[in-house]
Structures are given as structure tokens and as C-alpha cells.
């Protein structure tokens, strides 16, 4: 069984699946709004915007 991606100590509860808890469910979803997740962006790639259309 899958232990909880927050404390890594419990096994996952189907109610909070792939959490333990509440708790560890709403953790991860502070993270999400709070910018602890973020996807990294390629800084040397031009907007749409200003590329050079042919």
C-alpha cells in the first residue's frame, strides 16, 4: 500500500486518497495556493507574442 505523499509515514485512506488525512490533503492543497508547487519555465524561449512569425 502507498504511504501518504505529505508525511510519509501513514498508509493512504481511500477518503483522502493518496493522503492519510484531512490534515495531509489540506496541506497539499496550502501548497498549491500559496506557489510551494511550481512548474519551472524556460526563461530563454520568447513569448508567442514577440517570436519572429514567417
Known amino acids: ?5 505529505i508525511c510519509r509515514r501513514q498508509p493512504a ?3 483522502y486518497k493518496p ?3 484531512k ?6 492543497l496550502q501548497r498549491w495556493f500559496t506557489g510551494g ?3 519551472p519555465e524556460d526563461v ?4 508567442l507574442d ?3 512569425e514567417d
Open 44 to 47: 530563454d524561449e520568447l513569448p
Open 50 to 52: 514577440e517570436r519572429d
Open 19 to 21: 493522503f492519510c488525512s
Open 23 to 28: 490534515r495531509c490533503a489540506d496541506v497539499d
Open 13 to 15: 485512506v481511500e477518503a
Open 37 to 39: 508547487y511550481v512548474i
Open 1 to 5: 500500500m502507498a504511504t501518504c505523499p
